[in-house]
């Protein structure tokens, strides 16, 4: 069975219109009240993932993305990168959620690797 898509993400430059947009365009709860100010998104149905809006960060680009979710994430760049993709950002942990890392296909797309905090 294949790697499951378990988040995605959306950068802006301006973080409350960013917020305000999809949230008026898709009705989107978003909540931004948390130590990050990392706008969660919460579809409130059944179907599809949440995500997550921010506003980038000393003029480092706009992107899109969506994160997988994989059992080890360094061998997981470490395979995306011997099939020509390259490392952004290196296992990173986010509180006590788990970690991700960055990387870029072939083609220079950004995608994201999710790995669960390990239980305690």
Same mark, same amino acid.
């Given at each position: 069975m294949g790697r499951p898509v378990v988040h995605f993400e959306v950068s802006v430059k301006d973080g $409350?219109? &960013?917020?305000?947009?999809y949230s008026e365009l898709f009705d989107w709860k978003i909540d931004f009240n948390n130590p990050m100010h990392y706008g969660l998104v919460s579809t409130e149905g059944k179907e599809g993932i949440g995500g997550g809006i921010f506003e980038a960060k000393d003029g480092a680009p706009t992107y899109v993305t969506f994160y997988v979710q994989v059992d080890d994430? %360094? !061998?997981?760049? !470490?395979?995306? $990168? &011997?099939? &020509?993709?390259?490392?952004?950002?290196?296992?990173? %942990?986010? %509180?006590?959620?788990?970690s991700i890392a960055l990387f870029t296909d072939p083609e220079g797309n950004i995608i994201g690797l999710f790995q669960n905090a390990p239980e305690s």
């Amino acid at each position: 069975m294949g790697r499951p898509v378990v988040h995605f993400e959306v950068s802006v430059k301006d973080g $409350e219109a &960013g917020r305000k947009f999809y949230s008026e365009l898709f009705d989107w709860k978003i909540d931004f009240n948390n130590p990050m100010h990392y706008g969660l998104v919460s579809t409130e149905g059944k179907e599809g993932i949440g995500g997550g809006i921010f506003e980038a960060k000393d003029g480092a680009p706009t992107y899109v993305t969506f994160y997988v979710q994989v059992d080890d994430l %360094q !061998s997981y760049l !470490s395979k995306a $990168e &011997g099939l &020509g993709g390259k490392t952004m950002m290196p296992p990173t %942990q986010i %509180q006590d959620m788990g970690s991700i890392a960055l990387f870029t296909d072939p083609e220079g797309n950004i995608i994201g690797l999710f790995q669960n905090a390990p239980e305690s």
